[in-house]
């Protein structure tokens, strides 16, 4: 369904995430600062936060660190200002690349970004040029392992748009207004979930291989690396035969 979920499943595999955990981190705290920051520090009354802090609990983030990012949010304890952007621009081969940023330095963010779009060959664009290729969905991915039928019948009781069949998971479809009832609906019903959360799902994706297969994996992993940027989209899709060779 995803070039990104692609991606991240096979990161994962190799160990990248746990690599990079410090830098995880870091990119929790941001979100749960701004989430509190913006809809309180109650995680029961904030969708956002709450979602935010069952992520930092599946990092196994210590209890103390979420705390304080949720006082230094809503002004309990002296933070840093954050400032959200989102930056569009074009991989390698066309692709459509969203970038999702929590900052408090505007100038060098946006320096940053554009000078790693043009050392992967590709270049950044003006607000609006791609996000019309993205739809925000809330999207939760579930074992093979798991009986199909079952969860599919969980999860449009719930309020799921779709569930997917796809060749390594099952993924669960959601508006994201109602991603944290079928999330919840789906572990009362015992179906663990790989992950969770709410993403920007391209409607179309585009097929790369050879030397824009592999820039574009050097662009996503440098965006990545970014301590600014939150998360990445784009509609790439390498086959995994590819991408394996590639990381």
Not at 84 to 99: K, S
Not at 155 to 172: K, R, S, T
Not at 231 to 236: D, E, I, P
Request: glycine share 8%.
């Amino acid at each position: 369904m995803s070039g990104h979920n692609k991606w991240s499943t096979i990161r994962h595999k190799k160990g990248a995430a746990d690599a990079k955990r410090g830098k995880i981190f870091t990119k929790i705290i941001k979100e749960i600062t701004v989430a509190a920051k913006l809809g309180g520090g109650d995680p029961n009354g904030n969708p956002r936060l709450r979602s935010a802090v069952d992520k930092a609990k599946a990092e196994n983030m210590p209890k103390d660190n979420i705390e304080r990012a949720i006082k230094k949010g809503t002004g309990e304890l002296e933070g840093v200002n954050y400032e959200e952007i989102v930056y569009e621009g074009y991989g390698p081969g066309g692709v459509a690349v969203l970038v999702e940023c929590m900052t408090d330095n505007r100038n060098r963010t946006v320096g940053d970004v554009r000078s790693t779009f043009t050392k992967c060959n590709g270049n950044m664009g003006e607000t609006g040029c791609v996000s019309w290729m993205f739809d925000k969905k809330g999207l939760i991915v579930v074992s093979k392992d798991a009986d199909f039928e079952k969860l599919f019948e969980v999860a449009l009781e719930a309020g799921a748009e779709d569930v997917a069949d796809e060749e390594e998971q099952y993924e669960v479809l959601t508006d994201p207004t109602s991603f944290i009832e079928v999330r919840d609906a789906l572990e009362k019903a015992g179906f663990a979930h790989e992950s969770a959360e709410i993403t920007m799902i391209p409607q179309t994706m585009v097929k790369l291989d050879g030397k824009n297969a592999e820039n574009m994996l050097k662009l996503m992993d440098r965006l990545e690396d970014n301590d600014d940027v939150q998360n990445v989209y784009a509609n790439f899709d390498i086959s995994t035969e590819e991408m394996e060779k590639l990381m």
